[in-house]
C-alpha cells in the first residue's frame, strides 16, 4: 500500500518569500505522485505530477516540486509567493501504471501568504 | 481541459432523509469513478471506486448499504446518502478517470457540501 505524509500542517510566510512544502512518501512499487491545491469551499486543481523522467516537475502558477527517490519525497516549492497563494495544498500518491486505483492523499499544509 | 461536474453544490437536509449526489464528465467518457469525504480541514479520504456497469468497491469502514453508489453510463456515477444523520456533514468529492486520455489522467469535480440538520 502506498502512504502519504505531509510534515508541515501550516506554513505562514511574507509575500514575495519563497516557500517549500514537504511531501514524503512510502511505496514498495513504482509511484506517480501529486501536488494539488484547494482554494476555499472549492475542489482540487492540479498544479503539477511525476509520472517518469526528469525529476524536476514544473507546474502551474510558478510552483515546481523535484522527485527525489533515495529520500521518497516529492517536495513543492515556489520562489516567490503571493497572496493569492494562500490555500490548502494536497500531496497524492497513485501506484504507477495501474489505471483503477484511486489517488492517496497527504493530510494537506495549510499555505498563509501575509503583506 | 476536461471537466467534471457535481449537483447539486451545497445541499442542507434533515435528519432521516436521503440525499443525492451526482458526478457527471462533461466532456470525455470516465470508466472509473471516485468518491472521497473531506472533513473541515482534513484530507480527503476515499470512500468508494465506481466503475461503470459493476458494483462500486467500497473502503474499508465505509457503509455500502448507507453510500450507495451507482455508475450507470460512461459520464454520470450518483452517491446516495440514505437515512442521513448529523455526522454525515461533509464535503464529498468526486474525480473520473478518463477512459480515453492517459493513465494517470484523472479530473476532479467543485465537491458538494452537504448539511445535515
Known amino acids: 500500500a502506498q502512504s502519504v505524509t505531509q510534515l508541515d500542517s501550516q506554513v505562514p510566510v511574507f509575500e514575495e518569500a519563497p516557500v517549500e512544502l514537504r511531501c514524503n512518501y512510502s511505496s514498495s512499487v513504482s509511484v506517480y505522485l501529486f501536488w494539488y491545491v484547494q482554494y476555499p469551499n472549492q475542489g482540487l486543481q492540479l498544479l503539477l505530477k511525476y509520472l517518469s523522467g526528469s525529476t524536476l516537475v514544473k507546474g502551474i502558477n510558478g510552483f515546481e516540486a523535484e522527485f527525489n527517490k533515495s529520500q521518497t519525497s516529492f517536495h513543492l516549492r515556489k520562489p516567490s509567493v503571493h ?3 494562500t490555500a490548502e495544498y494536497f500531496c497524492a500518491v497513485r501506484r504507477a501504471n495501474q489505471a483503477g486505483t484511486a489517488l492517496i492523499f497527504g493530510k494537506g499544509t495549510t499555505l498563509s ?3 | 481541459g476536461a471537466v467534471v461536474s457535481q449537483h447539486p453544490s ?3 437536509c434533515k435528519s432521516g432523509t436521503s440525499v443525492k449526489i451526482e458526478c457527471r464528465s462533461l466532456d470525455f467518457q470516465a470508466t472509473t ?3 472521497y469525504r473531506q472533513f473541515p480541514k482534513q484530507s480527503l479520504m476515499l470512500m ?6 459493476s458494483k462500486a468497491t467500497y473502503e474499508q469502514g465505509v457503509e455500502k448499504d448507507k453510500f450507495l453508489i ?3 453510463s460512461l459520464t454520470l456515477s450518483t452517491l ?5 444523520h448529523p455526522e454525515d456533514s461533509s464535503f464529498y468529492i468526486c474525480s473520473a478517470r478518463d477512459r480515453g486520455g492517459r493513465v494517470s489522467t484523472q ?3 467543485p465537491g458538494t457540501r452537504l448539511l445535515v440538520l
Open chain 2, 33 to 35: 469513478m471516485f468518491w
Open chain 2, 10 to 12: 451545497r445541499v442542507i
Open chain 1, 83 to 85: 497572496i493569492s497563494d
Open chain 2, 107 to 109: 479530473y476532479f469535480g
Open chain 2, 48 to 53: 468508494a471506486t465506481s466503475n461503470e456497469g
Open chain 1, 113 to 115: 501568504v501575509s503583506s
Open chain 2, 70 to 72: 451507482n455508475h450507470a
Open chain 2, 80 to 84: 446516495t446518502v440514505t437515512s442521513a
